[in-house]
């Protein structure tokens, strides 16, 4: 995953025991939920409401996740999720996501999510959806 | 809760790192889900199926819970959860469940769970739903 | 349960997919997850910092939990969490706490918790931590 | 992700609610679980274990996980999770797990993971668990 300097809308969330493991640090899956609430606080952020779009018969099934971690969080720490857009194919949307304990990177994340029908079937991410999820986006980076 | 000692369904279950927090030992909400599959593999043992019963638009939704945690569970345990009926009300089942690791009890728990329709309105236990759950019971408890 | 109308400390939480389950509403054990936040939220609040006595050798195991579901929370809904001492025992300490969505409640609970050393043995709880938890209440509950 | 045929070795697990999440199928972090209880079995069944390891102050940090989402589980599902040694550097281990549905592929992951000491510095991989994780495999594949 590329390092991105530009993400700007960030969320913050604390540990919990809930969120950690016996090894004494936040158990590697609990990241995901973090990740989840960070892209819905973005989407929110955007304008972007996936329930809507849920009952709209617009529903976004994970395709696609990979994850760095790189330095433990633990109980009590305050981390904030940072999300960007990472781009829009015909059907699916990519997320990037960094989770961070002050200047520290814990973890980069890249989500891939389906535009599907409730028939499961793709379908084309709508337009302003598109526009909202990109809009604010330096449209040349080098 | 009394103590039950009649209780002869179990299934066996192992503590991962997702069961744990960074106390070191189970998370106090982690035993809810061993709590669940008890019951799960009770009722089909029993032969009643959830999943058909919520098809047929019976759910139950929990109403009241209740735990006596006794001694911690630690990554690696192997535990067994005991799940037995404890009484069937007009529109409600009650289970009574233990958690042991061999002969340690870990957690005695009591579970009600309201018996609806769709419409969230209480709705009476089937017949033959009551008479799995309670066969093969001692009728005469003193 | 008694009600307790004089509860005033509350944490808000949003409910995500991570805390739903298929029956599509709040898991019956993710309640446990915001009840935890809600306290943690309280203890600091007053002045009581959970980590640094569980550095100082105390620690605070569950030993009793009981909870009444009363309506189902949903994905996207906001809660809050009100928290309050219950009492203080010798070695022990229980809260009461509600989670509601505006003025609905949907759960009311009281959770049990022994205050013991490293060697698990009880240990009295400390003057200042009663006095904080007990701080601002008024004397005479009629 | 390549895919691998030859994976043989797994693990039978059943999805409960608390897997699931309101969208109706298995939440995309809950079967980071699953892989963990996969992985888990794996190395039992290879003679090596983590806890063992982690007691002689080997610890395996997670530090990068991608996962190919394909098919959702539900609830009531009877999920195999595969595991396979994928290679083992100097100072990590990563494995290939998939889960399946009968013949069908819900998901296919790769995790790696560091070995390091109480430190958190690198250590090289015992040479014993290195055999042990690369038993059984034939040498020369093409």
Redesign the interface.
């Known amino acids: 995953m590329s390092s991105d300097n530009m993400m700007d809308f960030y969320i913050e969330n ?1 540990i ?3 969120d ?6 936040m ?4 990241y ?2 973090h990740l ?2 960070g892209r ?1 606080g973005y989407c929110a952020y955007k304008g972007v409401d996936l ?1 809507d779009l ?1 009952r709209a018969g617009l ?1 976004f ?9 790189k330095n ?1 969080a ?3 720490d305050v981390i904030r999720i940072f999300t960007d857009t990472d781009k829009i194919g015909n059907a699916s949307i990519s997320f990037i996501q960094e989770i961070r304990r002050g200047e520290i990177s814990l973890a980069k994340a890249k989500t891939v999510w389906a535009c599907v029908g409730i028939d499961m079937r793709p379908k084309r991410v709508p337009e302003d959806v598109k526009k909202a999820l990109l809009s604010g986006r330096t449209e040349s980076r080098p």
Do not use: M, N
Request: net charge negative; proline share 6%; aromatic share 18%.
């Open positions: 604390k919990y025991y809930h950690t493991d016996s090894g004494g640090v158990y590697y899956g609990s995901l939920e989840e609430e819905s329930l849920s529903i099934p994970a395709v696609h996740l990979e994850i760095d971690y433990p633990r109980y009590g």
